[in-house]
C-alpha cells in the first residue's frame, strides 16, 4: 500500500509562518503532489498542486502567501505558508495524481494516494 508521510504543521499565531512536508514513496516519483486542506464542519478545499515539472497553481484564497517547493535529493514536497490568517486553521492533506487533468485537479477524487493528515491551527 502506497502511503504518503506527512510531516510539520501545529500552532501559530496569526501571521506567522509553518512549513508542512510531504514524502513520496520512490513508486510514484512520477506522481504530482497535491495538497488539500478541511476545516471542522467543511467540504475539504484545494489548495493547490506541483506538477512534477514543477508548475505550480494555487487558488486565490492561498495565493501569494502559501508556496510549494520540493527537495531534490528525495521527492518530498514542501508547503511553505506564510502570512497565516485564523480561517486557514484545518487539518491539511497531501495526495498525489499520476495523470495530468486540466479539468480535474481540484477535485479530491482525481487523487490516488494520500497522506495521514496534519492539523494547522491559526490562532487570532
Known amino acids: 500500500q502506497v502511503q504518503l508521510v506527512q510531516s510539520g504543521g501545529g500552532l501559530v499565531q496569526a501571521g506567522g509562518s509553518l512549513r508542512l512536508a510531504c514524502a513520496v514513496p520512490?513508486?510514484?516519483?512520477?506522481?504530482?503532489i497535491g495538497w488539500f486542506r478541511q476545516a471542522p464542519g467543511k467540504a475539504r478545499e484545494f489548495v493547490g498542486i506541483?506538477?512534477?515539472?514543477?508548475?505550480?497553481e494555487y487558488p486565490d484564497s492561498v495565493k501569494d502567501r502559501f508556496t510549494f517547493s520540493r527537495n531534490n535529493t528525495k521527492y518530498v514536497v514542501y508547503l511553505q505558508m506564510n502570512s497565516l490568517k485564523p480561517e486557514d486553521t484545518a487539518v491539511y492533506y497531501c495526495?498525489?495524481?499520476?495523470?495530468?487533468?486540466?479539468?480535474?485537479?481540484?477535485?479530491?477524487?482525481?487523487?490516488?494516494?494520500w497522506g495521514r493528515g496534519t492539523q494547522v491551527t491559526v490562532s487570532s
Open positions: 520512490d513508486r510514484i516519483d512520477h506522481y504530482a
Open positions: 495526495a498525489a495524481i499520476g495523470r495530468y487533468c486540466r479539468d480535474c485537479y481540484e477535485r479530491e477524487d482525481a487523487y490516488e494516494f
Open positions: 506541483r506538477w512534477v515539472g514543477g508548475i505550480t
